[in-house]
Structures are given as structure tokens and as C-alpha cells.
């Protein structure tokens, strides 16, 4: 089989949310897509997105690392990952060349699945048939408290055990504990709740407001610090009981090790698309196993559902409904769990309709 074509769009989606219930959609959000042809009629597809006035320049990097490949065959996986490597990524792999070669490999994946009758997450390792996810998304910073106190029992009516709320931007240390407070009390102690700080505080702000909502037993706590202080990662890790969770900011493999090996975090999450796609994710995945840490996914449940079933020890799959107008089909959630497809590949096909009418040129 040979790899004969590759084509990319630009969409614009609305920013609205099937999570969130009465307030002001968020901005739009911009996706490059992929679809990798061969020369015996599979196509895989793909996705990245980065957003803003970057949006083009990474078509244009998918496009030229697309260009490398053709005529190759799409099953090498690691083959045509490290031909791009070694091509390119002197441009990174902070950035655009990470991104882009993200969706590539994701479309290469899919060949493969397709290629041999079997799901993603079975040749990754098929560990189990549906994991757990999280709402994400629906109980942001910008949020009122009040609008919380509504929020999380409705998001438990929709049958998740799990969601994520932010801290951050509260004037007061008591404020910022009220959310927390109030959302525990309105969705009880048997829902999880994680709570993301997308690096805004200190290391001593951290360890001082994680201490005072560790009697709401979190989940988690995300990225506290600045994603690259791994020391202070580590003194927030040792003072809390609550776990310490990091590394969606994280681009390539090694960060993990440098993150891994100073003891920094309890549970480890990777994006996708900063990774550099399935194949260096599942490197990643491989790597917190040695350190007896577990795994979470950050962004796009639709492909990450195959990679956290895939491994034992996969904890949860972040369910941000950003990209699902793109697709005809999405993985079901049943039960605060959601199932992996059991269609070869990806088990996804992209919505043309959606496509059509969120292409921009």
C-alpha cells in the first residue's frame, strides 16, 4: 500500500457547548483537518488545531510534511514518524511541527486500523472496551459561583461521575475555596472533581489553597505552577494529599522524562496533538507505566478514548465536546463511561455537511 494523496481544510466552529446551559457561547474555534489517501482506496483521517492568526501557517506545515510522504507506505507507522523527525524538526518540537505532524500520524493510525480490520485501541494494546471520562469545559473560571451551584448537579443528571472545574481568577483565596465548596456540596462526595489552575499560581499559593480544599477531597489539582518548573511541581506534590496532575503544555516525549524523574506529578496527562500524535503519546504512556504513574488525556475524547482503553493504566478520558460537529458519529457515554468504537480505525468519519459549512478559506 502506498500513501498517494493528502488533502487539509480549515474550519470555523461556534464555541457553543452541549455541556454548558445558559450563558454566552465562548470564541469560535478554528480545526485543520487531514485526509491521508492511498493507492487501495483507505483513508485515514485527522485533526490539530493551535487557533488565532496561526491557524493557516499550520495547514501550510501539515501540508509540507504531508508532501514527504507520499508514495510511502502508510502501515511504517514509526517509519514515516521518524522520516518527518528527521526531516523537520530542527522547527521544534515546541509548536507548529509537533502539531502538524500530529495529524498525520492520527491518519496513519487510522490506514492501519482500517488497513486490518481492527480498532485503534486494539492494536495499541486493547486493554479494555470503554474507560471513564470527565465533563470538561462546563465549569469554567469565568463562571459564576451561583451558575456552579446549578452546573454540577445538571452535568450529574447527564450521567458523568466525573468533572473539572478552574481555579485562578478569584480576588480572594475565600473566594476561590467557595467554588470549590459549593460544587462539592451540590454534586455530592461520590463525583469526582478535578480542578484545573492552567498555571497561575505560585508554588506557595498552591501549596496554601491546596491545603485549605483538600477537605473537599479533589481528584486532582492541574497544572498549579508553570508547566516547566518541575521542582516546584515536586514541593507542591510533597506538601498535598491531593494529587498533582500535569503535562498537557508539554510538546514531544522528553519533558516527561525530565517531569517523571524529579518525582513532579501523581498523574500524567498528555495532549495528542503536542506529543506529536499516537505514536509518541503511547511512548509517553509507556514511560509514566515505569514510574508507577497513571494516565489522562487532554482534548479530543474521539481519538483519545483508543489510547487510554488501550493501556491498564489509563485512568480517565477528558470529554471536551470541542470537536464533535466534525463528525457524523462520536463515541457513546454510557454510564459516566465512554466506549470505544469497534469499527477498524478510528471508528470516525468526518460530517462532509459539517465540513462544507465550517470550511474557510
Known sequence: MKITQLNTRVLQTPGDSPLVVGLPPMD???FVTVELGTDEGIEGIGVTFFGGPLTRALREAVEGLGSLI???DPIRVEAIADKLWRAASGSGPGGIFTLALSAIDIALWDIKGKALGLPVSTLLGGHRDRVPTYAS??????????????AGPRLVGMGFKQMKTQMGAEPTVAKEIERIRVLREGIGEDIDLMCDINQLWDVNQAIDIGRRVEEYHLFWLEDVVAHDDFQGLARVADALTTPICAGEYHYGIRPFRHMLEARSIDIVMIDLLRAGGITQWMKIAGMAQAFNVPVVSHLIPEVHVHLIAAIPHGLTVEYMPWTLRLFEETPAIEDGQIVVPQKPGLGLKFDEGALRQFEIS
Open 70 to 72: 507520499i508514495g510511502d
Open 28 to 30: 469560535d474555534r478554528q
Open 137 to 150: 469545559g462546563a465549569l469554567m473560571r469565568p463562571m459564576p459561583t451561583d451558575y456552579l451551584r446549578e
